[in-house]
């Protein structure tokens, strides 16, 4: 069912949210036009949303990347949000969240185009990567919740017709790779993809084993990267990952640095 969502934040729309089939506990709002699936599922999670709770859309009228960059949403990607809602989990716990996104995303795409699986990566944190160009991106949010609990939004963008261009990262799609899919066949897989994910990581008692897992398939690992930061550039040997996500970036002058967030571009 498609409708085009109220961009004020009104959640009629969450009337139309249907159970999906195998997922227990999980349901799906599938939208025409929306301003931004985040934006409406942070408005759900403060409207007392209980979550589990995925919103696509055809098209974004105000999607969005990280650091509020505009995210080009063309008809005929994928985009979607997670809504889930977690209590009484760790506040470092959080900072590997991005990475059970990452891998969902990665199985996901492996699992629909298992042709093109030998050349997909994660760069960190959770761009995946078809070769060298970019073919997801993904955006998590958080908003405080009714009860005392927190709100986690994961939001993917998946290139599988269009890609953007002038972006600081090259990027691609799943169609220029000859794979032509469409948004509401890979849709199920990401939703059985992410459920897969988070029950392993547990509300953080499996960060280590996630962390692992992340490393297996990620790009960029003993090699040198530059990390564009909100108010500098820094460059150095990409380490490792800590326990709790952070990247560990060893540099010439400052020694082994550990690194929240940013944005990583492979030197060689």
């Known amino acids: 069912m498609h409708l085009v969502a109220d961009l004020s934040a009104d959640l009629t729309y969450l009337g139309v949210a249907r159970?999906?089939?195998d997922l227990a506990g999980w349901r799906h709002a599938a939208l025409g036009d929306a301003g931004s699936t985040n934006d409406l599922a942070l408005a759900a999670a403060r409207a007392g949303d209980p979550g589990q709770l995925w919103i696509t859309a055809q098209r974004q009228l105000q999607?969005?990347?990280r650091r509020g960059r505009v995210w080009v949403?063309?008809?005929g990607n994928l985009y979607a949000s997670a809504l889930i809602i977690l209590e009484d989990v760790p506040p470092a716990a959080l900072g590997t969240l991005p990475l059970v996104a990452g891998l969902a995303v990665h199985e996901a795409v492996a699992r629909a185009a298992p042709q093109l699986a030998h050349r997909l990566s994660l760069k960190w944190p959770n761009d995946l990567l078809l070769g060298d160009a970019k073919l997801a991106g993904i955006l998590l949010e958080g908003a405080a919740a009714p009860g005392?609990?927190?709100?986690?939004?994961?939001g993917c963008g998946i290139n599988l017709r269009h890609a953007p261009a002038g972006t600081p990262y090259p990027a691609t799609t799943l169609a220029a790779a000859g794979v032509h899919l469409e948004a509401a066949t890979l849709f199920p897989v990401l939703a059985s993809s992410l459920a897969g994910?988070?029950?392993p990581w547990g509300n953080g008692t499996g960060a280590r084993d996630v962390a692992q897992a992340w490393r297996a398939v990620a790009t960029g690992l003993g090699q040198p990267i530059r990390v564009n930061l909100p108010d500098r550039s820094l460059q150095g040997l990409f380490a490792?990952?800590?326990a709790d996500g952070y990247l560990?970036?060893?540099t010439r002058d400052?020694?082994?640095m550990r690194i929240a967030a940013g944005d990583v571009f492979l030197l060689t």
């Open 248 to 250: 560990l970036l060893e």
């Open 197 to 199: 994910k988070l029950a």
């Open 240 to 242: 490792d990952i800590d």
């Open 254 to 256: 400052a020694g082994m």
């Open 148 to 154: 005392a609990k927190r709100a986690v939004v994961i």
């Open 63 to 65: 999607g969005r990347g």
């Open 73 to 75: 949403s063309e008809p």
């Open 19 to 21: 159970a999906i089939p």
